[in-house]
């Protein structure tokens, strides 16, 4: 018995290898988690798309508590549960962030191409704190792709990538069977992790924001050599040990919640940048 899902979506995520929009947050609550994001970016003295605090776009479930609640509501989890089972970790968490009239895109990828994790079930939840449109850049999706396996990639050849990596898919992609994935703040859409996906130009006057939050069952491995990755539980128990396991913040940006961020972040960095290498090779 699904606990979110119903039977039909559970079914058209597998054949699709999407499902979208789903309910969590209200408007309001969106809202209020918007201006905790502002006033986090404030702090930093900048927003999250400018360097030098560019580095904490992605892990601040580790480091911020109101975060690491985005990442365990149970609207999300029960989903996610229903997807992949109740064992389950945060692998990563990213902020997807395109300032008013950015050109900032994201070409078609993979988002399993650089995680380096086995068996390919990993999912993640886009949880949107501002609406996402076509004109702002909303996600696209390409239905059954995940069908098709792992495609190589190649890191750093998209200018101007929400993604880091810039990276992209090599080749041509038939892109006629494309659809949009709107949002409206406070929804999250779910993607199985081999599904091809990718976004536009914001061409509004407003920032397009959303959390992408990367979850996998605690059976699945990494497969770095030189870095044990980490983790964090949400639901369930970890039986396994194939992750270094997290804590969870106590409150937003204390000694521990810092400390525990900067561990995070260099771990992870490392086993990405592991893999982004062995792809060069």
């Known amino acids: 018995m699904t606990r979110k899902l ?24 969106a809202a209020a988690s918007l201006r905790q994001l502002e006033a986090f970016e404030e702090t930093l003295g900048g927003p999250l798309t400018a360097d030098p605090v560019a580095r904490y776009r992605s892990r601040t479930h580790v480091l911020l ?3 690491h609640a985005l990442t365990r509501h149970p609207a999300i989890l029960d989903a996610v ?14 902020w997807f962030i395109k300032e ?8 078609w990828h ?12 990993h999912v993640t939840a886009w949880l949107a704190l501002t609406d996402a449109t076509a004109e702002n850049g909303c996600m696209e999706f390409l239905p059954g792709s995940h069908h ?20 992209a898919i090599v080749g041509e992609v038939d892109d006629r069977p494309a659809i949009h994935a709107p949002l409206r703040a406070g929804e999250f859409s779910l993607h199985h992790t081999l599904c091809l996906h990718r976004s536009q130009p914001n061409r509004s006057d407003g920032r397009r924001i959303g959390l992408a939050i990367s979850y996998v069952p605690t059976s699945v491995q990494h497969l770095g050599v030189k870095h044990k990755t ?3 539980l949400v639901r369930g128990t970890d039986t396994y040990g194939h992750f270094d396991l997290e804590p969870a913040p106590r409150a937003d940006m204390d000694a521990e ?3 525990a961020y900067d561990r995070s972040y260099g771990g992870y960095r490392a086993s990405y940048a592991e893999q982004v290498s062995l792809e060069r090779r």
């Open 148 to 167: 098709g396996g792992q495609r190589p990639h190649r890191a750093g050849v998209v200018a101007g990538s929400v993604n880091r990596a810039g990276q």
């Open 257 to 259: 919640a810092r400390a």
């Open 81 to 94: 549960e229903d997807l992949i089972g109740p064992d389950i970790l945060v692998y990563t968490s990213t």
């Open 65 to 67: 508590a109101w975060v």
């Open 230 to 232: 980490p983790a964090m």
């Open 110 to 121: 993979q988002d399993a191409t650089y995680f380096g994790l086995r068996p390919y079930v």
């Open 6 to 29: 119903s039977p039909a979506q559970v079914d058209a995520y597998g054949r699709d290898g999407f499902l979208s929009a789903n309910a969590a947050l209200t408007r309001e609550e």
């Open 100 to 107: 008013p009239e950015s050109a900032a895109t994201a070409a």
